[in-house]
Each structure stands twice: as C-alpha cells, then as structure tokens.
Nanobody, 121 residues
Framework: QVQLVESGGGLVQSGESLRLSCAASGVSVDVYAIGWFRQAPGKERELVATITSGVSTNYADSVKGRFTISRDNAKNTVYLQMNSLKPEDTAVYYC???????????????WGQGTQVTVSS
C-alpha cells in the first residue's frame, strides 16, 4: 500500500521559514518523480516544485529563489524548504508521486493528504 505523509506545516509570519516533509512508503522516492503542489481557498491546485528520479528540479516562478526541494533516499523522504514566506504562500501543500511504467503503458500517481501552511502578514 502506497502512503505519502506530509508534515511540517504551520502558522508563521511573513519572512519566516518552514520545512515540509513528505515521507513515502510503498514507493521509492528515488524512482518516482516527486512533486509539491499547493491549493489556496477558491483556487486551483498548482505545481510548486518537482524533483525527478535523477537530480533534476523544477520550480514555479513564484517560488524560485525561496523554495528548495530535496530528497533523502535513505529516509525515503522528500523535503520542501520554504524561506522568505509570503502571505500568498498560504495554502494546503500536497505531496505527489508519479511514475510512468512503459511496460504497462500506465502512469502511477499518488497523493498525500496535505498539510496546511499559513503565513500571516
């Protein structure tokens, strides 16, 4: 059974930092592409950052230079270090794992339950 468990969210003031964790079980974070998404009230879910099974990373323009995604294979965990937080970063943050299996011609996608990040001004 696949589980992605996010943690590390909370209430912080503008300019402060948080580190989110996505602990995976049932999948290996060094095989799957792992993404952090966020969804603010009344808005669509948006991609924040991704890390591939290699070392490639990608960030939304709104978080470039402030957020860093990283992976600890030994702990099977992916992190999102968020610095210089802004009120507009307030959202529920979700972890996503995705892998395309060519042999089955199928994409496997899993989501965590989300963790709330609230940034006050």
């Amino acid at each position: 059974q696949v589980q992605l468990v996010e943690s590390g969210g909370g209430l912080v003031q503008s300019g402060e930092s948080l580190r989110l964790s996505c602990a995976a079980s049932g999948v290996s974070v060094d095989v799957y592409a792992i993404g952090w998404f966020r969804q603010a009230p009344g808005k669509e879910r948006e991609l924040v950052a991704t890390i591939t099974s290699g070392v490639s990373t990608n960030y939304a323009d709104s978080v470039k230079g402030r957020f860093t995604i990283s992976r600890d294979n030994a702990k099977n965990t992916v992190y999102l270090q968020m610095n210089s937080l802004k009120p507009e970063d307030t959202a529920v943050y979700y972890c996503n794992a995705e892998r395309y299996r060519q042999v089955f011609d199928k994409t496997y996608t899993y989501w965590g339950q989300g963790t709330q990040v609230t940034v006050s001004s």
